[in-house]
Structures are given as C-alpha cells and as structure tokens.
C-alpha cells in the first residue's frame, strides 16, 4: 500500500481514465525525507486537467498541476491535488482565486502479513455543501481504488512467490526510503523493549 501511495508515475497506467493525464508519464519526481516520513511530489506545466478533475476545477483550458503523495510514519498518507490555470502553479507561486485543491487522507492498519485495513477520506477547497459533487468525487475516487486493488492484489500475489531479485528503479526512491524509515523505528522499538 505505502508503494502505491509514494508512487504519482502509476497514475499515467493504473488511472487513464481519472487521475492520469498529460505530463503523468514523462514528468520527473521530486523526493523529501521530513521527520515524520516522506514526500514524493512533482509539479506539471500546462497541461489538460485528468479527467477526475476536468469538470470540478473552476477554469478553463490548460492547468499547472500538482501531485504531492505523503507517507507518515508509521502509516498515514496524505496525498494533495493542487490545479491552477496555466502559469499559476509552481513552488514558487502563490494561490490564487482560482486554485482548486483536493486533498486524500489515508489509514491504514495491518491485519496480517497478506492484509491491511484501509481507511480513507477526502476534502476539497470549494463547493463544501454541494452534495452532487460528493458523491462523484466519492464514485470516482472507489473506481480509482479499485484500479488500484486490482494492480495490488496481482503485485502481493506475485511477491510472494519472488523468482528473481528486487529492481530499484528512480521512482521507487520514495517508497524505498520510507521503509527504512518505517524499519529504523521498528528496530529502536525493539530495542527499547528488550532493555526495558
């Protein structure tokens, strides 16, 4: 699951008809280690809005598009939307009137070594009372997990039955740290229950 949530690139694939969109495929990623976990983040210029967001940004043509996927320790992610119209966004920009962001918290819980308890809730910037946008922002965010259970299940499968060696690849960066991070504070818990 943390894989997944530290993984914008598997949008471009996994989510063609949702989150994925232009610049999801080719556009680098940028990783930081924060005290309490890890950033994968990564912003796109000038591109259409992925179809998820096509109909509730408040702008027309082109956007500048953020995708921010954070892990907290030892299991919390938040992953953010940020669109702007074109020439708007960046790091260095401020929000503007226009700015729509859409925000994901994730929980999970693991049950057993094959299972996770997986809570999820969502927030977005605009239109808080309209009911009608809930649900499609709730429809469409169930049929993209569901994109993602399925990819999971047959990863999970597969794993466990490991012919070859792990292949690190560049966007795996976040993913990778984050466990050792999540194994470094595992280990001193150990530690601090064997000397108690």
């Known amino acids: 699951m943390v894989d997944n ?9 996994v989510h063609v008809t949702s989150f994925g969109g232009g610049g999801t495929d080719n556009q680098p990623l940028e990783m930081e280690k924060t005290d309490r976990g890890v ?22 043509g082109n956007c500048d598009r953020k995708q921010h996927y954070e892990m907290c320790l030892p ?7 940020i669109y702007t119209p074109t020439g708007a966004g ?25 299972n996770t308890q997986y809570i999820w809730f969502q927030h977005r910037n605009t239109d808080p009372a309209d ?5 499609k922002m709730n429809d469409g965010a169930i049929m993209a997990f569901n994109e993602d259970k399925e990819i999971l ?12 060696d792990n292949i690190d690849l560049g966007l795996d960066l976040g993913a990778k740290t984050f466990r050792m991070k999540l194994q470094q504070m595992i280990d001193a818990e150990q530690i601090e229950k064997a000397n108690a």
């Open 153 to 164: 299940e047959a990863v999970h499968k597969g794993m466990s039955k490991k012919a070859t």
């Open 90 to 114: 960046g790091p260095d920009q401020s929000q503007t009137d226009k700015t729509y962001i859409n925000i994901s918290y994730n929980f999970m819980t693991p049950i057993d070594e094959n």
């Open 39 to 60: 950033i994968v983040s990564r912003w796109i210029y000038d591109q259409p809005a992925s179809p998820y967001y096509r109909d509730l940004v408040k702008f027309e």
């Open 75 to 81: 299991a919390i992610a938040l992953n953010k939307s």
């Open 131 to 135: 009911a009608a946008i809930s649900r």
């Open 5 to 13: 949530l530290l993984d914008p690139s598997h949008v471009a694939w």
